[in-house]
Every structure is written in structure tokens, then in C-alpha cells.
């Protein structure tokens, strides 16, 4: 029998709290989801503004965080030609994102999640990103 940590709605929501404040300061209207750690879905927001486009990549992005346990960012790296993971952004029915903005979520180095982040560059998504999670952090007094 295992045991699964999961966010809670309420912990989701603090996630895209803080994904809105740092938006908000950048001036840019993001699409935001969190994700559990099987990668479905728990929390979902379109700031006004927020691309159309983006709200399926704010989601991937979640989920890809969450599932493969790593940074979007890193898969865009390694998912060049020749590289060890080349076509795995073909993977999963397409959702596998390798753009910047997704990122896994843990506490006490357990993985209980992903956010994703959509609208801005793919730096300025994971920025967002980044500062989604130090808001959670602090806010819910959990260690990553």
C-alpha cells in the first residue's frame, strides 16, 4: 500500500496567488495551472489579458512538471536532435511541454505537484514560475 502526498485545493490556490502577484508586478497577463502529482489538474487561471493560446501550454506545462519531476526548461535543453530525449515533447498525447514555465512542486523532497506558467517568453514564464513557488513556500511554511 503506498501513501501519496497531494496539494490540496487550498495549497493551489496560494500557488497561483503568488504566480499572480509576480505577474501582476511584471505587467504581464498570465494563463496559470497547478497540477497534482499524477498531473491532473486541481487549479486553472486566466489573468484578462492572459493568451488564449497559452491556456493549454500553462497546463502541459503543469503536468509535465509534475510527471517527468523536472523543469520544462530543462527537458528544451535535452530535447534536441542527438540529444538522449529527442521526440519525448511527442510523448504523452502531446502534453509533454519542453517550454519554459513548467516546474515540479515538493515538499520535504517529495514531488506533489507542478505549476504552469503561459504568456509571457519562456523565461519570463518560469520566472513567474519560480516565484509561485518561494509565495508558497513562505505562505504555507513547507520545505521544498
Known amino acids: 500500500m503506498l501513501t501519496i502526498n ?3 485545493l487550498a495549497d493551489a490556490r496560494v500557488l497561483i496567488e ?3 502577484e509576480k505577474s501582476l508586478a511584471m505587467g504581464i497577463p ?3 495551472a497547478v497540477c497534482d502529482e499524477a498531473g491532473h489538474l486541481i487549479h486553472f487561471e486566466r489573468m484578462d489579458g492572459g493568451k488564449i493560446s497559452s491556456i493549454s501550454i500553462a497546463v ?3 503536468f509535465t512538471g509534475a ?3 523536472k523543469g520544462t526548461h530543462v527537458y528544451n535543453q ?3 536532435p542527438g540529444q538522449p530525449t ?3 515533447h511527442i510523448t504523452n498525447g502531446g502534453h509533454f511541454s519542453v517550454i519554459g514555465g513548467g516546474l515540479p512542486i515538493t515538499v520535504n523532497g517529495e514531488v506533489v505537484g507542478g505549476v504552469g506558467i503561459s504568456s509571457g517568453t519562456a523565461i519570463e514564464d518560469l520566472e513567474v ?3 509561485a513557488l518561494a509565495y508558497f513556500y513562505s505562505k504555507t511554511g513547507y520545505s521544498a
Open 6 to 8: 497531494r496539494l490540496s
Open 86 to 88: 529527442f521526440g519525448i
Open 129 to 131: 514560475a519560480e516565484a
Open 18 to 20: 503568488g504566480a499572480t
Open 78 to 80: 535535452l530535447c534536441q
Open 67 to 69: 510527471v517527468a519531476r
Open 30 to 32: 498570465m494563463c496559470m
Open 60 to 62: 502541459d506545462k503543469a
